[in-house]
Each structure stands twice: as C-alpha cells, then as structure tokens.
C-alpha cells in the first residue's frame, strides 16, 4: 500500500530508525531481545510527543501496561 515499515529488533535500533526515518506512527513491542522496550516508549514520548504509539506486549502485566501508559503520559 505504499508504506514503509522499518523494523528494528532492539531499544537502540529502534530509536535510531525512529530519528532516520521520523515515522506518523510506531508499533512497539515491550519485548525487546534487550529489555528496551520501554526505553524505546520513553525516548519517542519525549523527543515527539504527538507520535502515535501503539504498544503490544507478550507479557500481559497489569503493571506492564500501567507504567507503559504513564511513559506515554510523561508521568514517570
């Protein structure tokens, strides 16, 4: 459809597409090979507050879930 989905397998990688490639939108897994998923969340919350973040996880913590959301909101 005329999309272009970078896709990188840890935090740093994807912090580092997200500022090459400047995306409208990011899918991102909490399950990172290296635990940054949630490094990811927080650097993109903060360096672009109006990008659309949509967060999936295997996981399925109620504490997950809560602390992902106050990264999204910038109260943590």
């Known amino acids: ?3 272009e989905v ?3 397998a840890k935090g740093a990688e ?3 597409l997200f500022r ?3 995306p409208d939108m990011v ?5 990172t090979p290296d635990d940054g998923g949630f490094q990811v969340v927080e650097h993109m ?3 672009a507050p109006d990008t659309p973040v949509v967060v999936i996880s ?3 913590t109620v ?8 990264l999204a909101l910038g109260t943590i």
């Open 1 to 3: 459809m005329g999309h």
């Open 6 to 8: 970078p896709d990188g």
């Open 14 to 16: 994807g912090i580092a």
């Open 20 to 22: 090459q490639h400047c």
């Open 27 to 31: 899918l991102q897994n909490l399950c």
């Open 45 to 47: 919350t903060k360096e």
């Open 58 to 60: 295997g996981t399925g």
């Open 63 to 70: 504490a997950e879930a809560v602390n992902t959301l106050r």
